[in-house]
């Protein structure tokens, strides 16, 4: 909204309205500063595209190339967020890194693959020593600090989360009621447990059960703090 210092209009469907040719090697081929906003945006960019049957579009596209043989750090995309104001009391600030909002509003009747986030990350080469990092997180100084947080669209006070501390892993599920909350491990193979110490499981509801698909194949209770029952099926029953 508001006014333009400069305007570029094209009349050409296959023209570039600005195009920058530069030798800045340590320097910034497009740098723009503003001293203080309000809600004004650094870059505001809005579009419709009306692709053709098998063509594919980017609404921003950033594509760039890496030589560096030395020791170095390279970020193909870097945003620094700092906060440096108190919030007041009673007063919630939101503060997002990266805000993706995907939504499709049409009645399809096709095939739709809709990728909030999508991550390839890989080396076509294993020399020398590579790691490949999907996601890397590093979350710490909250309260309470989630590494991966995944609410539940139907209901905002569900949800499961991974947290990394110095006690270990943590994986939180957390339901509204009795019948949601479950973690549930469908592995196509074997469910392998692997502790360089002890295995501890602790069922706060006093009963553990061993089943095969849904039959039972052993229970163990407790009913005290030094007494336990252990139910196995008689063989052919």
Not at 23 to 36: K, M, P, Y
Not at 142 to 169: C, H, K, P, Q
């Amino acid at each position: 909204s508001g006014t333009a210092a400069m305007v570029l209009t094209t009349r050409t469907t296959a023209q570039n309205a600005l195009l920058i040719n530069g030798e800045c090697r340590d320097a910034d081929l497009i740098r723009g500063v503003n001293a203080t906003f309000t809600t004004g945006a650094i870059l505001n960019l809005s579009s419709t595209y009306v692709t053709a049957d098998t063509q594919s579009a980017n609404s921003v596209g950033i594509i760039n190339g890496f030589k560096g043989a030395g020791t170095s750090t390279f970020k193909n995309l870097f945003i620094d967020s700092n906060k440096t104001t108190a919030t007041a009391t009673g007063k919630t600030a939101d503060i997002y890194g990266v805000h993706v909002d995907v939504d499709d509003t049409s009645t399809n009747v096709g095939t739709v693959n809709s990728y909030g986030i999508a991550i390839n990350n890989n080396f076509t080469s294993t020399g020398g020593t590579v790691n490949a990092y999907g996601l890397y997180t590093n979350v710490d100084g909250g309260d309470t600090s989630y590494d991966i947080y995944m609410e539940n669209s139907l209901d905002s006070s569900e949800f499961a989360a991974l947290r990394v501390g110095n006690g270990g892993e943590l994986i939180i599920s957390t339901g509204s009621d009795d019948f949601t909350g479950d973690i549930t491990l469908e592995a196509d193979g074997h469910v392998i447990l692997d502790a360089a110490k002890n295995v501890e499981i602790n069922a706060d509801g006093g009963s553990i059960s061993f089943k095969d698909d849904s039959a039972t194949l052993a229970t163990l209770d407790s009913n005290g703090l030094d007494t336990y029952t252990v139910h196995l099926p008689i063989q052919g029953s």
